[in-house]
């Protein structure tokens, strides 16, 4: 790898465009915790390491752009959940943040449950081991075959998402002889305090069944009367990356709310309640996340609190942290390639990578940190862009970052915090290939899923 020397970028002192940063940090070589991966640290020759491993054999063995997941970490993360929750509680992790058949084992082996939303994360679940009882099924448009695989295998739940929906499902299960468990997903009418693409339960969006009008209420009667169903609770789902645990606090009151309504009305007390996921985590140092035993003890105390004052049994609470889980467990390692010092601007710092293995940032405008991961430098900070190979300019993998100004071809850079919805969400654009995912445990580093190939491109090319 090359260390050239390069003229330096503008420094700091000489120009602050608009954007998200505040100030360089004091020391470029630290990597703050709240954003790395646990087992992440700077060894004594300045490399970092992660699960014991240095990223320049990683670089080496798995090639780059690569994302770099901390199997401890994931395990550690996931185990938290559980226990926070308890015996009372089920956790789903949210497949959609990133699965694979690896995932679904270490989800399994640490007593979380799974939620999928497609076919495909559904056949991913079942191939590894994951018991149907122990898979939710989501999505605001299932297909009937789906649907039918889901009720065959026997998942544990189907999230219900619209009136058709009621009845697809229990047309189905009464074809198949089964009485499907399900759960209707409302929409409460919260505002997150998130971007508007991943903020769900304010009404005017695609997904659930209002509370307002009383549609819940009649999801509800109509579910009730079919026989193919059994409606085991009520689903909210208010967004993703939330801090501010009101959200949480006004829909877990509304949903128990039309719990009560349902008791009054029909008679019964439906056992179950899940609030979803979205809980927010650190992609940069301003961030300040909950702890899951924090967020359990929160959402128990709502829901018990609520109930209380309806007099209603507390149903068994469920959850389904994606994000939260395996967002900070994975870092993506680039080497860079050019380094473009815009004079009045900043370095346009060039890596093997860009939207199509991280698309959050041109979609979401979603903030990341970065960090120069194969040596040290003791060069002042530049304000740099980090940016991809596609053919476009919203091609942005890090929107504002300070880097060392000595920074070169052939360093390797880390983006933490991409564990979640980047290989979940990673595209083919212009061809590029989708980047392995590598799993660090103890030494070892395997790929749990491997870089994608030209040869896998052209199998699909079958004109
Ligand atoms: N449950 C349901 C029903 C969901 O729709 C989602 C996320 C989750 C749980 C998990 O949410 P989490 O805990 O991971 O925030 N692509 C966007 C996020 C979309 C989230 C969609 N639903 C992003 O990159 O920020």
Wanted: negative net charge; contains cysteine.
């Amino acid at each position: 790898m090359s260390r050239s020397a390069h003229p330096a970028g503008p420094r700091h002192a000489d120009v602050l465009p608009e954007g998200h940063y505040s100030a360089p940090p004091a020391d470029l070589n630290a990597l703050d915790p709240k954003v790395w991966a646990r087992t992440v640290a700077r060894g004594a020759d300045g490399v970092v390491t992660v699960g014991g491993v240095d990223v320049n054999t990683l670089a080496e063995q798995h090639g780059t752009p690569a994302y770099v997941l901390d199997e401890a970490d994931f395990r550690a993360r996931a185990r938290a959940w559980r226990e926070a929750f308890g015996q009372d509680a089920d956790v789903f992790y949210a497949g959609k943040a990133f699965l694979s058949r690896a995932v679904v084992r270490w989800l399994h082996e640490e007593g979380l449950n799974l939620d999928v939303c497609s076919g495909g994360e559904l056949a991913t679940a079942l191939s590894a081991g994951m018991p149907a009882e122990r898979i939710a099924f989501h999505g605001n448009n299932k297909s009937t075959h789906e649907i039918r695989r889901a009720v065959e295998a026997g998942v544990g739940r189907i999230v219900l998402d619209s009136f058709q929906e009621i009845v697809r499902v229990a047309h189905v299960a009464q074809e198949l002889g089964r009485r499907q468990r399900v759960q209707i997903r409302i929409t409460v009418g919260v505002e997150a305090h998130t971007h508007e693409f991943i903020a769900t339960a304010h009404e005017d969006q695609k997904f659930g069944i209002p509370l307002a009008g009383g549609q819940a209420a009649e999801a509800v009667r109509r579910a009730l009367q079919l026989d193919g169903l059994e409606l085991i609770g009520i689903h909210s789902h208010i967004g993703s990356q939330i801090f501010d645990m009101s959200g949480f606090e006004v829909a877990a009151h509304r949903v128990v709310g039309l719990l009560k309504d349902i008791r009054d009305e029909h008679g019964v007390e439906l056992p179950e309640i899940d609030l979803g996921g979205g809980l927010g985590i650190a992609y940069t140092s301003g961030d300040d996340p909950r702890e899951p035993h924090e967020i359990a003890k929160a959402l128990t105390e709502i829901v018990t609190r609520e109930c209380e004052s309806a007099r209603l049994r507390t149903p068994r609470i469920s959850v389904e942290p994606g994000r939260a889980v395996v967002g900070p467990t994975a870092f993506t390692l680039y080497e860079v390639g050019t380094v473009k010092p815009l004079d009045g601007l900043r370095t346009y710092v060039s890596v093997d990578g860009g939207m199509s293995d991280n698309i959050r940032t041109a979609l979401y405008d979603a903030e990341y940190s970065v960090a120069l991961v194969s040596r040290t430098s003791d060069a002042e900070p530049m304000l740099a862009r980090v940016v991809g190979k596609h053919c476009e300019s919203g091609d942005i993998v890090v929107k504002d970052a300070f880097l060392p100004a000595d920074l070169a071809p052939g360093d390797l850079i880390a983006v933490p915090a991409t564990g979640a919805y980047c290989r979940s969400m990673a595209s083919n654009y212009n061809h590029v290939l989708r980047p392995p995912v590598v799993a660090v445990h103890d030494g070892a580093s395997r790929e749990i899923v491997r870089r994608e190939t030209e040869e896998d491109l052209l199998r699909l090319d079958v004109g």
